[in-house]
T-cell receptor, first 116, second 110 residues
Framework: EAQVTQNPRYLITVTGKKLTVTCSQN?????MSWYRQDPGLGLRQIYY???????DKGDVPEGYKVSRKEKRNFPLILESPSPNQTSLYFC???????????????FGPGTRLTVL | DAKTTQPNSMESNEEEPVHLPCNHS???????IHWYRQLPSQGPEYVIH???SNVNNRMASLAIAEDRKSSTLILHRATLRDAAVYYC???????????FGKGTRLHILP
């Protein structure tokens, strides 16, 4: 089944403890992206990647890191989480990237992160 | 980055058509208009997209103004399962930064 998976689905952590949220897609998509969703603010893009080893900042990249060493994986890294990073996080992927017809994005189920 | 403007919320009666508007007055010639929706407790899902011409698929229709500065998502016969937040976004094939905005929360009345 074609899908985007995220792990963990729920995470409670403490300020300053490094964490990684994994994202994986099995559709051979070039484009992958991370979003955060907060009440009243809608979906905001954190980082995106147009292909392996190519990443770029979205609207709210501060406090986050990403890597794209393989096409299928796009982990989100919080080196030193803070309470203002408490949010619902979504990973997404789509087939094409810059220069082509922007295809539909497929979203993962979300990761609810609480930073105490 | 080109942005969109949508009403915060709308209501519609079940089994009636719904027209969800979106303004994108700064749209560029290479921007595609995409619509997504997010059902409660789920991730967003793709609905439809278009460039210049009106588009139809099994979920909805997309009507694009001639000057492309606005568009309308049409749900032909709303059901309770269509209650969701609907997002209108612009995607440029050259710049893959995406701005979602807050969307329109659609309420369906039985």
């Amino acid at each position: 089944e074609a899908q985007v998976t995220q792990n963990p689905r729920y995470l409670i952590t403490v300020t300053g403890k490094k964490l990684t949220v994994t994202c994986s897609q099995n559709m051979n998509h070039e484009y992958m992206s991370w979003y955060r969703q907060d009440p009243g603010l809608g979906l905001r893009q954190i980082y995106y990647s147009m292909n392996v080893e190519v990443t770029d900042k979205g609207d709210v990249p501060e406090g986050y890191k990403v890597s794209r060493k393989e096409k299928r994986n796009f982990p989100l890294i919080l080196e030193s989480p803070s309470p203002n990073q408490t949010s619902l996080y979504f990973c997404a992927s789509s087939l094409t990237s810059a220069g082509g017809h922007p295809d539909e994005q497929f979203f993962g189920p979300g990761t609810r992160l609480t930073v105490l | 980055d080109a942005k969109t403007t949508q009403p915060n919320s709308m209501e519609s009666n079940e089994e009636e058509p719904v027209h969800l508007p979106c303004n994108h007055s700064t749209i560029s010639g290479t921007d595609y208009i995409h619509w997504y929706r997010q059902l409660p407790s789920q991730g967003p899902e793709y609905v439809i997209h278009g460039l210049t011409s009106n588009v139809n698929n099994r979920m909805a229709s997309l009507a694009i103004a001639e000057d492309r500065k606005s568009s309308t998502l049409i749900l032909h016969r709303a059901t309770l399962r269509d209650a969701a937040v609907y997002y209108c976004i612009l995607r440029d094939g050259r710049d893959d930064k995406i701005i979602f905005g807050k969307g329109t929360r659609l309420h369906i009345l039985p």
